[in-house]
């Protein structure tokens, strides 16, 4: 596995925010990607800042938008120090259920964070994952929602890659898939956009199974990418139509803070203003959007890994112009109900 230094320094990296107020501030918002942490090690072998609590994520998004519910990621921290190693992973759902309690504790309070959790199970264990997935169900108090897997591979070295190439076709993982539906979960999958062909014959193979694919299929404009832009547009729009096909399948737009698909937030001394990122995320947004509709597209922070490349005031208002033309249905569904069918979650409020 490869150390990504450059989320590493991203993410212990201050810089000069831009202030905005929120626009649309009554929009109501499902955050359907970010993560929560006390210790600096993950499974991805990223280095990270002591601790991303709960309260520092409350202060992130207290910026004006109307954030109503949450979904956590696997971020592949808080495993278990003991046990079985395949059962080590339902420690990181155990910590997200424990520290957002108190979102639920009141009917009242808002946001409820974590309303829906997103954990790791490896599925290549194939029957044998049975256990853990309700080991996840136990522990999540009712909110485990689904399994997250980096299938990232490339060839070029210089790009990380945290799994094995094809893995999306191993028997045993099919076999562990399988069991996905079974227990109504969902399966959000990572990975780049010389992949996405993978996740298409996933989909068809498991039509029964939403599949939710994040950071907008994962283009590549750095390294061995970054002269070949126009080949990357052709392949990742050819992999976006095709998944667009697959009824079962929705896509996360976020993550723009990767350095890895090319955009420059992050080296800025000042963080970009929200017509910036707006500019520069617009043509991506637009046609996932314009391929899958605006019911099966759903909006991320990707918090804190994404905290170094704008604020979180700016991302949202960010969304929200790009999306300006759109009607109020077509808006709340991207921004917020979308989110509640797909994750399963339960609507606190009348829209």
């Known amino acids: ?13 201050s810089l000069k925010s831009s202030f ?66 395949e059962m080590r992973p339902v420690g990181e759902t155990e910590f997200v259920a424990s520290i957002t309690a108190q979102c639920f504790s009141d009917p009242q309070t808002s946001p409820k964070v974590a309303a829906g959790i997103v954990g790791f199970a490896d599925l290549t264990l194939g029957d044998a994952v049975v256990p853990v997935l309700e080991a996840h169900i136990n522990a999540g108090a009712g909110r485990f929602r689904g399994v997250r897997l980096s299938a990232c591979w490339d060839l070029n070295e210089s790009i990380p890659s ?16 399988k069991y996905l539906q079974k227990y109504n979960l969902s399966f959000d999958t990572w990975q780049y956009f010389t992949q996405l062909t993978d996740v298409v014959d996933l989909a068809r193979t498991f039509s029964d199974t939403q599949i939710i694919v994040n950071h907008f299929g994962g283009p590549l404009f750095t390294g061995p990418y970054s ?7 052709y392949e990742w729009k050819r992999g976006i139509n095709a998944l667009a096909e697959c009824p079962n399948v929705s896509i996360k737009l976020g993550g723009f803070g990767l350095h ?3 955009f420059d937030f992050y080296e800025r001394a000042v963080q970009p203003n929200s017509t910036e990122v707006a500019r ?3 043509p991506f947004c637009l046609y996932c959007i314009e391929s899958f509709g605006t019911n099966r597209c759903m909006l991320e922070s990707n918090y804190p890994i994404d905290k170094s490349a704008y604020s979180y005031t700016v991302l949202w208002n960010a969304f929200k112009i790009i999306t300006n033309h759109f009607s109020h249905s ?12 797909i994750y399963r979650l339960t609507s606190n409020i009348q829209l």
């Open 227 to 233: 002269s070949r832009r126009e080949e990357v547009l």
């Open 260 to 262: 890895y698909l090319g």
């Open 330 to 341: 077509e808006k709340v569904n991207l921004f917020y109900n979308n989110a509640v069918k």
């Open 162 to 177: 945290r799994a094995p190439a094809r893995m999306l076709f191993d028997t045993e993982f099919r076999k562990g898939f």
């Open 20 to 85: 905005e107020k929120a626009i649309e501030p009554d929009l109501p918002i499902c955050d359907t990607h970010h993560h929560l942490w006390h210790h600096p090690e993950s499974v991805y072998s990223v280095s990270i800042e002591d601790h991303y609590s709960l309260q520092e994520f409350l202060n992130d998004i207290s910026g004006g938008h109307k954030i109503i519910q949450t979904v956590y990621a696997h971020m592949g921290t808080e495993y278990k120090k003991h046990g079985r190693n």
């Open 280 to 282: 520069a995320v617009a």
């Open 1 to 13: 596995m490869i150390k990504d230094n450059k989320l590493i320094s991203n993410c212990n990296k």
